[in-house]
């Protein structure tokens, strides 16, 4: 190994990452403008009020809309989006979009950072547990028990925990981040929100723990079979130490690589999480902004997603590089 | 009880091994009461095709059965103590410290995460209790046994060469100063040149360290470099056992006649190709009688029917009907 | 001579998918999966005989939000109709939808992971950075937006298969954003089945490129499709029962996540009609369930690692 | 030598992989490297003719057999075949009559055979793709000739049955009837024996020497191992690092070996007699270097027991040592 | 919670967008708390409830209106709040008809401005609003007066769309907006210069959320104080509770169907959409009590006019010409009118003989309360049942606003609409819905009619009531028999409150839809 081929490794993620990401923004662009309806119209409020043609024209040139799409207005976009600037929303009439975003963005975070952190942690150990004692009892009843959880929509658990832990036994509050009129910044108010936080994160992170299970369990049953725990054996290691000294890390690679990609997600969210528990973050802007066809804030949204995805991916890649000195080659 | 015509008690003594492979429902004997004894820093060569059974028979004396296999009959005893060859606990002080192996595959048989430096070092912390400090010492005076420059410790497996991995292979298979080390084809996926140095390192390290040695391979060649007994395996049975210069001058058993005879040897001048008819046996369901008269050129009426026992034959041992009539000191080889 | 060929043929296949099957359904998950799922399927392929016509706010039998009692033994929903009504004949929709998408997902991504893996270079640069887009935007939002904008543009009403044309829009949709998992997949598994000799065997006997890819690429990625195709169908269901609960499903054919959809606009879970909430949704955490346990097993008996050796 | 036109010729072929530069080397402006896989050989192949490639790993042999069966292009030199130059022929339809004349046959026929296909679907492929039979009937009819040509007797048993259905040697077999299929006039082996246990070997070997003295076909035989060479071939090629160090008669090579490599390939292979004659040079010491960083001048000489000044300076062009024998060693005369 | 500090917490679904009503319509809540109208619709039909202005007056010539406004009023941030700030409202707005940038997108709009002569301050309380044509626009409208001296510097441009109008903002109302969080909350304190003192609360939060499920959840946990646009499920179950007061309020929101009556410009699918006669025979297969019934739980009354029960003034039930629920009926009526299934395959034909398929297109959130989608699956089983088959799609409201825009702007896709509107209860936007100047906005159905036209417009210059009355009947009769729209229901604000916190929340048609009330009067529960 050289550190060329280090070199050569990282570069070649890097420019995947750049040109994803462009092409992200291409897409958004064009997917944005083939959308039926004028964005001038919108601009103006929609079909609720009586804009006058002259009024339309003087609105489409002040936003660049009568350019043609190709170039102009994409290289616009382009540039614009370069240079950090996402325009204005249409609905939240004259807000930057990244204002917009910004100000979600943290309640989305904590609620999905916290269940990926939950979920890691069962997830992870469970399902290297059960693929290291495959064909276990603890193996069937945690891999069941995963892949029911895998195959549950998240925001249907949220709904069932919503009925019994909310309605029912009122323990916790369902919906928002903070009880109505709760100022921000005190202790009450964190108490305050660590308890609004326990059912979706709970709906999250279950979800997330069958995924993390059922990958875990794969690569430790994969690297079960491997020849080289053989010669673990034949070293006369135990079977701890084959598990923490050989075992554990190989198992971790695929591992590693969900979980930074997963951390992606983050960002994205969980829109239907969010829409169940009337969580204020990102989810809850999409849907707004889809509504109300909000194009320059789902662009925001989506390039934010993708770059983030993107992001994730070119963190996992390089971790993986980390971990598995095979893959600098 | 077999005996070898030496008097000391031996290093290993295998007795009437079998082995079975259970496989949803049906059992197959991959070995069938093997018997022999090995001394110490003694070199034996194991040979047989494809199938035979010499893996499982290595695995079996080193204690590393999978967990499908069962040992039905017979025991191992190592400096004259019974081994707990199938209790995978009771093994575990056993391993490494008096029986090593080296894989075929080292590619895959090494921790692709992990340098080789730290690899050889392991057993020595964990097995002889050395500090972090004196394993990798120790791991790079077995590095330089093995002719490897010290300071491609730090490689990781991938980016070494196939031989270097085989070395890194047996520098680890070194690092508890074993008695018994078990090569499991250690050179089949190499190249003549490459092979020629492993088995050349192999030879000098066994008589440096006496160290006794299990050479496994289906290539009757490459036992006659660096072996002084060979066993040849035919279906999970010894069908041969005797001196390497024995064997290679009077093949007994057809089965090693016709496998010398198959080597293309350039100093015999003759360009003749030789194969054996057939085809391997299958073990699920084997032939009766001798498993090789299909196959065997002279196979006899009573080669379907009785299965030939391995006896003393000469200085060696045999197991077929042909060499029945003429065998004098027969010695019952069947507990 | 070519009738022996004839006869050959079916003895030897018939002898290969009997291996297949028994150890497939030697799985106790895909056993109680597949059971499942006939389950589901014998009801979404009778669902009038077994529990009468779909019943709409005309002929609801039920009083509103009624719970589970012997005349209706899953409650009844905010309009007074049988909640077992409803998810019996959502049965029906709600897996047309799971595997058309599917299939759709899969011939997608199935073509374009193996042109991309088999033909390298700049075609490979250019499909894999589409698949990047498609995988990097989770399908789910890229649903969210498309959807909405294709009801918009479809035309009128009439059916297809018995279903609204706006149905398979969603079903488009959800193949569309979906196959880049698959894609990804059977690309790398192009990548090195590419590498393996008989496919230069192939072309030194001279088989052009497509054939090699029809004959020899495409079988070969078969148990690789099939296993992941299960865990598609599980992410098409949650897909649909997503964009539904969001309020773009068909509410007049209603799938298990239009019920869910429905539920929460009547306020179900505030009301504490658990009944309403938790019927369609075991259905779907059933179905996908079943599939995901399918494609565990199928990926068990085609993954020859975990496989015994004979 | 049976025939005088030679079926095969390479002329100073050449076979460099690129090697791929990384975006950092790229902006450092780092010189793109290559993998000189094959660097200049002269072989010439006579219609009905045994050459043995015989080299230790990764000297290029395989590279060469995937040029002369175009799938791999060269990077300089000719590939004549018949005197026709087909060095820049591409496509499938263009390659049709030379695939249908040149064949191959893989090193590993776990590999070689699609897992999903039945023997006969496998040896009928040329068949079906070079449109060489016109129906069924004629189709099974080739196919099952072309098995019991192998030695897969009775042909008809083996139709159905898919590969691993089957033991190593049939499925090398089956690979041989599938390039024997077409009836080619020249037959690329690739290790086709290496990966089989000895008793098979033989069997092999059998069938492709019967080939050759019932169809005069001609076979280019690739090998890592010399007495194995000798055994089969007529001639026996020496290849190290992609260049040919020596080639001569297979008796010339293997009792008369004029390169120190030749020698050294000799002195590795376990022989069963003793070791007549090995000691004449110390074993070989280190590593095959890289194809990627060729040694200058004689390639050989960083592990050359006999190596002086020149052969660090001068790369030894062949030489001719005796009848039909060449050796590229300054020391060969 | 509230009873420990006194504030008001309000739970409501409808997003608010800007802090600036010239810019938007979507936040009429929470604006409505900090401005005042001058007098608007609750001062007209509630003598406890007042405006900016105390009184007013209309002189003779029904044109000129004179309004007192309260002495000694200030501004939330202690100016004077006087007739100035009234005229300099509206004459902003005026002075922005015909620009570029007029202000017409928001709530604060120049409706019915056109019509006006001039607005002045005679002095600090008084106000003249002269019209043009005899108008009941200057007791009708509802703009919000707005303070002068935070105003008069904003261009229209940034008015109408990037003047934030950022909290604590200037209002007169009750309870001034101090703090927006986008799609979460709205924090008000009590204004300590509203004109009856300042109120008894500690402020109010109104927290925003996108279903209703939270607001009932919330009731019942104690987390809010009051919530509205409930559902009939939530509403019966929060019945129930002991601590809770669950009512219900006429408002002006109709929920109809509306035809595609442009159908013959290629644009719906099928010209028999045009055919009175066929939207006529559809009007006897729409059963409006079966709707309220089943669909609404009861809580709705059944649809007939364009005239709300709500505009108590103009309301009639129109026993006259009224069309009865009888499927039979519909069918011989279609029959009639030559829409008859001719091949027999139980669909009938059009006049191009073409199978009927029409495509009825609803919203997932259709206005301020909800229709149901169980009237919708009403109304396409009826259709169904004599031989006119539906198909519905449901879209979001992004979506179906592109859908039912003018056919100009791209819109007019569709056969079938059901969809609600939410005006005031004023004559004109009673009418607006069949207005020939308004298809594609107001008006739904595209329908034309010169003759409702007139009607409109001479409803628009009549302040006498009861003649106002009269062209109103009249008008509505006219649609109603050329059945543009079938009205379905009127449905009822669904709202609940708790009782252990605050008291004064009145009793029947407790709190307002078009005001503040009667959270200007809550006071803390007095601690045991
Ligand atoms: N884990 C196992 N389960 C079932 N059968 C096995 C297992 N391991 C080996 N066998 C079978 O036992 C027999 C003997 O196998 P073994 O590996 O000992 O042969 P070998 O002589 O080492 O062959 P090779 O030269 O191919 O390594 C073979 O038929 C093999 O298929
Ligand atoms: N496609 C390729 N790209 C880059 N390098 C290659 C490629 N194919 C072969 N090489 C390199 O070319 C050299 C010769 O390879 P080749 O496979 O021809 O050797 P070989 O003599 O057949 O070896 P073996 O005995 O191991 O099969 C090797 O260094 C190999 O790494
Ligand atoms: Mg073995
Ligand atoms: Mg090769």
Known sequence: ?329 | MTNSSQDKAPLLDVNCLSVDYGLKGVSLRAIDRVSFALQAGEAVGLVGESGSGKTTTAMAIAGLLSPNARVSSGEVRYRGSRLPIDDDAAMRPHRWCETSVVFQGAMNALNPVHRIIKQIAEPCMLKLGMSRGEATARARELLGLVGIPTDRGSAYPHELSGGMRQRVMIAMALACRPSIVIGDEPTTALDVITQAQILKLLGELRSRLSLALILITHDLSVVAECCDRVMIMYAGRIVEDGTVAEIFAQPKHPYTRLLIESIPNPASGKKMIRPIPGDPPNLVNRPSGCAFHPRCPSAMGVCGTEVPSLDQFGRGRVACHLHRSSRGDKVAVHA | MSESIVQYYPRSRTRAIKAFLGQFLGHGGARLGLLCLVFFVAVAAVPTFLVGPLQTAINATGDFLMPPSGEHLLGTDEVGRDVLNLVVHGARISLVIALLATVISLVVGTTIGMTAGYYGGRVDVWLMRLTDFFFVMPSFVLALVITPVVLEVMGRGGEILGFRPSLFVIIVVIGMTSWAFVARIVRSQTLSLKERTFIDRARVVGSSNSSIMVRHILPNLVPQIAANGALVVAGAIYVETSLSFLGLGDPLQPSWGTLLSLAQRAGAASAGAWWYLAAPGVCVLSVSLSFVLIGNALDDTFNPRRRVIP | MPDTADILRLESLQVHFPIQRGLFDRVLGRPAGAVRAVDGIDLNIGRGEIVALVGESGSGKTTVGRVITKLAQPTGGRLLFEGRNMTAERGSSALRPYRHRVQMIFQDAYQALNPRHTVFDIVAEPLRSLRLVDNVTQLAERVSKALAAAGLNPAGDFFSRFPHELSGGQRQRVVIAGALAVKPELIIADEPVSMLDVSIRAQILQVLVDLRDKHNMALLFITHDLPLAWLIADRIAVLYLGKLVEIGSADEITFNPRHPYTVALRNATPQIGGNAGRAVLPALQGEVPSAARVPKGCRFHPRCPLTFDRCKKEEPPPIEVGPQHLSACWLAK | SSCADHIVRIGTINAPDTMNPFATWGSFWPLVFSYDFLVGVDTQRHSDRKGFAKEWSVADDKLTWTFKTWPGMKWSDGQPATARDVAFTYNYLRGSIGKPDELNVGWNNTDGLKNIEFVTAVDNDTLQIKTKEPSRWPTDNTTMIVPEHIWKDISYADARSTFHNDPPIVGSGPMIISEFQQGQFVRFTPNSHFRTGQPGTAGMILQIFATADPIAQGLKSGSLDYGVSLTAAQWADLAKDPNILAGQSRVEQRDFLAFNTLSGKGVGSTKALQDPKFRDAIGYAIDQRAIVDRAYRGHADPGVGLAMPAATDYYSDLSDIKRHFDLAEAARRLDAAGYRDTNGDGVREDKDGKNFQLELITGTSSGTLEIPIAAVQLIAGWLGQIGVPVSVTQLDSGALGARVASPEKGGGGWDLLVASTYLSSSPHDILITGAGNSLGTNNRSYWKNDKFDELLAEVDATVDLKKARDLVNQAVGLVYTEAPYIMLCYPFVLEAHRKDCFQGWGTNDAVSQWGYFPFDRLKPVPAP
Request: one cysteine or more; a neutral charge; aromatic letters at 8%.
């Open chain 1, 1 to 329: 190994m050289s550190g060329g081929g280090a070199g050569r490794h990282i570069g070649r993620i890097l420019i995947r990452a750049i040109v994803t990401i462009l092409m992200v923004a291409v897409l958004n662009f064009i997917l944005f403008r083939v959308i039926p309806g004028d964005p001038a119209a919108l601009l103006l409020g929609g079909a609720r009020t009586s804009v006058t043609a002259e009024q339309m024209e003087a609105q489409r040139q002040n936003w660049g809309l009568d350019r043609p799409l190709f170039p102009d207005q994409m290289v616009d976009y382009l540039t614009a989006t370069l240079q950090g600037d996402f325009g204005y929303s249409f609905k939240f009439r004259g807000r930057h979009v990244a204002e917009l975003i910004l100000e979600r963005l943290p309640a989305t975070v904590v609620l999905v950072g916290l269940a990926q952190f939950v979920a890691i942690l069962c997830g992870v150990m469970l399902g290297l547990y059960a693929g290291w004692r495959r064909g276990g009892a603890i193996d069937h009843i945690v891999t069941g028990a995963s892949l029911a959880l895998y195959s549950t929509p998240s925001f249907w658990l949220g709904m069932l925990l919503v009925v019994t832990f909310s309605t029912a036994l009122g323990w916790l509050p369902g919906y928002g981040a903070y009880s109505p009129g709760a100022t921000i910044g005190s202790l009450d108010s964190l108490l305050d929100h660590l308890r609004h936080l326990a059912l979706p994160v709970t709906a999250v992170a279950l979800g997330l723990i069958g995924q993390y299970v059922v990958v875990a369990r794969a690569a430790m049953s994969d690297v079960v079979t491997e020849d080289y725990m053989v010669t673990a054996r034949a070293k006369g290691l135990t079977n701890g130490q084959m598990l923490v000294r050989h075992a554990f890390r190989n198992a971790m690679l695929p591992v590693v690589t969900l979980i930074t990609l997963n951390l992606g997600y983050v960002v994205a969210g969980a829109i239907t999480v969010e829409a169940v528990f009337a969580w204020p973050g990102i989810g809850g802007l999409t849907v707004e902004a889809l509504n109300a066809r909000d194009y320059p804030v789902l662009q925001g949204i989506f390039l934010l997603l993708g770059a983030s995805i993107v992001v994730a991916n070119l963190i996992a890649d390089l971790a993986y590089g980390l971990l598995d000195p095979r893959v600098r080659q």
